[in-house]
């Protein structure tokens, strides 16, 4: 082992050691390390990680505290399953897919250390920092990220009236990230990988606890990325089954006329499915941010092709219900419905004035839906079945009726 590979060692027991990333000790235990002058910088496939020793101490100004911090950034990698569960996104825009991803790991890095006590970004020779940040995504899906840089790409793909270049940071961060490397782990052996990487963070977090009593950070977002996620659609899937759905039964007190001729007594269905659905959308001030008011519109035309409802009442609300914002469709004629595409509103934020809308028109919707960001103060009274369908980054939850969170 030479001088820089004991050095390398010595960086990441450092780092494995601090208050402030010792939790992720176990997941830097996975897998092998080697070091390649293949890579530019360093790679990971999810499992192992390789380090270009030759480019960190012949480059890098800061190398303890920026070796460090990339070593803690491979493993956020492997953390966070990003070639798993950002796969699609990668097939559509590798570029992006790496920047959004790195965005996302290097946000919470600076935030587990924000002084740099222990890691700082990497900078070269002449001090410039090396990577993908932007306090803009701090709190950010990398999928939200995603979507936003694209959306400036194609912004200034239009602008320059031809293909243009990649927005700034277009080379997809500092490290490699080798997505076709983690392809090769057949299903099994990612299944694996994910249960022992699962595992390492829960021992981590106990140890952590047990060890700091409790008050070790966990800025990192260990604990959040291992808890189980449990898709929105099967608790809408659930509220709505649970509360409109179609219910039969078989009853003689009305013979069933249709054997009446053949003098045959039997039984008629006796039962009422979903007959009015209110969908009620945001259409506030805040909602024309970040594509939330195309989320809820596109969950419209969802819950419009789950559901065969007879009645669909979509309104618009902000302050109050949008004046000649309420029409009436079937489940097949949403789907076409232009009031999709073209909301109104833009003021205030009071979901109380669509109950009260409810009164005056002597509505009785079997439920309501309201699709919304969820940044409200007065919720309102209501008296039928309510789910609320929340797009925001912040889990906001309701204090009546149900909430799911649309990510």
């Known amino acids: 082992m030479d001088k820089r590979h004991r050095e390398f060692k010595s960086i990441k027991i450092g780092v494995m050691r601090s208050d402030e990333f010792c939790l992720l000790r176990g997941v830097m235990m996975l897998g092998e390390t080697t070091f390649n002058t293949g890579v530019q910088i360093a790679c990971t496939n999810g499992r192992d990680e390789q380090y270009n020793l030759d480019f960190w101490f012949t480059e890098i100004s800061n190398i303890r505290k920026g070796l460090g911090f990339v070593i803690v950034h491979e493993n956020c990698h492997k953390v966070a399953k990003h070639w798993d569960v950002y796969r699609r996104l990668y097939e559509e825009n590798p570029v992006l897919a790496n920047m959004a991803c790195d965005h996302w790991i290097n946000g919470r890095i600076l935030k587990a250390d924000p002084n740099g006590k222990i890691v700082e970004m990497p900078r070269d020779k002449q001090g410039r920092v090396l990577g993908c940040y932007d306090p803009e995504y701090d709190g950010w899906t990398v999928k939200r990220i995603f979507n936003h ?22 080379n997809g961060g500092f490290d490699e990230h080798d997505w076709e490397g983690a392809q090769e782990l057949n299903r099994e052996e990612r299944k694996a990988l994910s249960d022992k990487i699962d595992e390492a963070v829960r021992q981590g977090i106990h140890v952590g606890q047990k060890a700091g009593g409790g008050a070790l950070s966990d800025a990192l977002g260990l604990k959040e990325l291992i808890t189980p996620k449990i898709d929105w659609r099967i608790h809408l899937r659930t509220f709505m089954n649970a509360t409109c759905r179609r219910k039969e039964r078989s009853s003689w007190r009305k013979p069933n006329r249709r054997f009446l001729h053949e003098d045959i007594i039997m039984p008629t269905l006796e039962g009422h499915r979903i007959r009015e659905l209110l969908l009620a959308r945001d259409a506030s001030g805040s909602m024309f941010w970040q594509d939330r008011m195309t989320e809820v519109s596109t969950e419209m035309l969802g819950i419009a092709k789950l559901l065969d409802i007879e009645k669909i009442h979509v309104l618009d609300w902000d302050g109050e219900v949008a004046a000649g914002g309420h029409n009436t469709y079937s489940s097949s004629e949403l789907q076409s419905a232009p009031e999709l595409r073209e909301a109104s509103g833009g003021g205030g934020t009071d979901p109380s004035c669509v109950s009260r809308y409810i009164d005056e028109v002597q509505m009785k919707p079997d439920c309501i ?13 209501w008296k039928h079945p309510i789910l609320w369908a929340i797009t925001n980054d912040q889990k906001i939850t309701a204090p009546v009726g149900k909430t799911i ?3």
């Open 149 to 170: 840089l694209k959306q400036q790409q194609q912004e200034k793909e239009e602008g320059e009236g031809g293909e243009g270049q990649p927005v700034e940071g277009g």
């Open 369 to 381: 839906i309201m699709l919304t960001d969820g940044e409200i103060y007065n919720w309102g009274n």
């Open 405 to 407: 969170h649309i990510e």
